[in-house]
Nanobody, 128 residues
């Protein structure tokens, strides 16, 4: 059973940086597609970014709203995926979720339904 566990959320000022981590168990970690989603209060869950598994060349893809500000990376030896967030804006405030999926095709990486395992979420608040 894969159980992602996020950490690293908190309060940060606009323009600041934060790094989220997510540890997920499972011997097939290298093959998993790992994604970050977020959900602001009163809004639907939205795609932030993803890094594909070995079958997808470990390539990363991002939502337009975070491109050039956020970076996803993975450490397969530690079963961990990271979300490095820079130049944070108040509109980045949300609960951030780590998601893990096997066999996620490229056309489906932005679809929450493509991921089988979800973390409990970690709050990120951007405010002065």
């Amino acid at each position: 059973q894969v159980q992602p566990v996020e950490s690293g959320g908190g309060l940060v000022q606009p323009g600041g940086s934060l790094r989220l981590s997510c540890v997920a168990s499972g011997s097939a970690f290298r093959s998993y597609t790992l994604a970050w989603f977020r959900q602001a209060q009163g809004k639907e869950r939205e795609f932030v970014g993803t890094v594909r598994g070995s079958g997808g060349g470990f390539r990363s893809y991002y939502a337009d709203s975070v491109k050039a500000r956020f970076t996803i990376s993975r450490d397969n030896a530690k079963n961990t995926v990271y979300l490095e967030m820079n130049s944070l804006k108040p509109e980045d405030t949300a609960v951030y979720y780590c998601a893990v999926g096997g066999g996620v095709i490229l056309s489906n990486v932005r679809n929450p339904g493509a991921y089988s395992y979800w973390g409990q979420g970690t709050q990120v608040t951007v405010s002065s």
